[in-house]
């Protein structure tokens, strides 16, 4: 796990001297999505409520994770793969609240 860490610490590196900058839109982006999942799974958890959040929908970003899952495994980036699990366990969380616990 230490070496796949150095490993992306390089990458960034190397990104930033080549001034990618697509490269940190993408992070920004990732950094920001995780932030308000965060946000909204603490609210589920503290509310102990999931109004608002439609199960279609959360059905839909499940699927959309797989895909993305997928494209990851098809390109050979871990980044994607692994960013598209840790989605996917934010909304089958969801799903539980919703559908099991009845909130």
Known sequence: MIHKIEEYKKILIQEYKDGDIFFFIGLVANILLF?????????????????????????????????????????????IILRSVILLFYFFFFIYMKVIKGV
């Open 35 to 79: 932030i308000s999942l965060t946000l909204t799974l603490y609210h589920v958890i503290k509310l102990n409520s999931t109004f608002g959040y439609p199960l279609n929908i959360i059905i839909i970003k499940i699927v959309t994770a797989f895909l993305w899952i997928i494209y990851g495994l098809g390109r050979g980036s871990e980044m």
